[in-house]
């Protein structure tokens, strides 16, 4: 019976988010891309819900974003070094998570607002943050 379970969750889950050919892409969507991000090599697609999602490399620096099928940027996120965190930010994270590691960070720009995403680790537990620029921790999902 579990196996059967984990298979329905594993469909359910993959109707919610599901890759797509450039075929198979709004020109729209396509071009919003394109024109925004005109240096982007390797795009990978993938449909959430009524959105587009762009996984690409720019200069080997890795880059998502979340656009609508009009062609509008809802949310964009790129890797950054552990270096490049706010201070106020890498002060929150050495107080708050002293037995942790940096695993990953990102900043994400939604409704012209800054954050970072950080991945914490400590002996295989891991934690997800989400972190406004004064270091305060934000109120916002983390983006996977």
Known sequence: ???????????L????????????????????????YPAATNPEWEKKGDHFEA???IQGQEHTVLIDASGQVLMRKQDVATAELPQPVSGALQRDYQAYLVDDVEKVEKNGQTYYQVELDNNNQELKKVYALDGSVADVPYWD
């Open 1 to 11: 019976m579990t196996w059967l379970s984990m298979l329905a969750l594993s469909g």
């Open 55 to 57: 996984e690409f490399d």
């Open 13 to 36: 889950l993959m109707n919610c988010t599901q890759r797509i050919n450039m075929s198979n892409l709004p020109s729209v969507v396509q071009n919003s891309l394109k024109n925004h």
